[in-house]
């Protein structure tokens, strides 16, 4: 349970920044957020989806 926590502290810290660098970025950065927080397929499928939706707005 550390560990994830751990892991969630760190990936929010990645998103943070590459939301400071530019918007693009920082929308690659939830999809690394969720790979990293939660490591389960389903999960990394629904992050890409919603980055895939955002670009094409």
């Known amino acids: 349970m550390a560990l994830e926590s751990e892991r969630t502290r760190e990936s929010f810290s990645y998103y943070q920044q590459a939301a400071l660098d530019n918007h693009i970025r920082s929308q690659v950065g939830v ?5 990293d927080a939660k ?19």
């Open 31 to 35: 999809g690394l957020s969720y790979r």
């Open 39 to 57: 490591g389960v397929k389903k999960n990394m499928v629904k992050a890409y989806a919603w980055l895939l939706s955002s670009l094409t707005k």
